[in-house]
């Protein structure tokens, strides 16, 4: 059974930063694709950024040199670091993966973690 668990949202001021993890059981980590997917309240859930089982990232351009994405084979986690961040970035986060090579969205999600950027 896929499990993916979100952590480390919260409440940040702007230009504040945080990390997000998603730590994923009952895949094979190292051949799946992962990414981050964010929602704010009526809008729809855009890919933020993406990761391939080789450690190539994309990202979409709201966030380009602010986030990056990184994972840990070992840990089985993903991981979001998110810097200068912006009230616009305030959403709801969540995990994506699935089997590397598919397309966004990916087959597996977490229930999400939320991120609230305000003074």
């Known amino acids: 059974q896929v499990q993916l668990v979100e952590s480390g949202g919260g409440l940040v001021q702007p230009g504040g930063s945080l990390r997000l993890s998603c730590a994923a059981s009952g895949i094979n980590f190292s051949i799946y694709a992962m990414g981050w997917y964010r929602q704010a309240p009526g809008k729809q859930r855009d890919l933020v950024a993406g990761i391939s089982p080789g450690g190539s990232t994309n990202y979409a351009d709201s966030v380009k040199g602010r986030f990056t994405v990184s994972s840990d084979d070992a840990k089985n986690t993903m991981y979001l670091q998110m810097n200068s961040l912006k009230p616009e970035d305030t959403a709801v986060y969540y995990c994506?993966?699935?089997?590397?090579?598919?397309?966004?969205?990916?087959?597996?999600w977490g229930q999400g973690t939320q991120v609230t950027v305000s003074s």
């Open positions: 994506n993966a699935g089997p590397g090579g598919s397309s966004w969205p990916l087959q597996h």
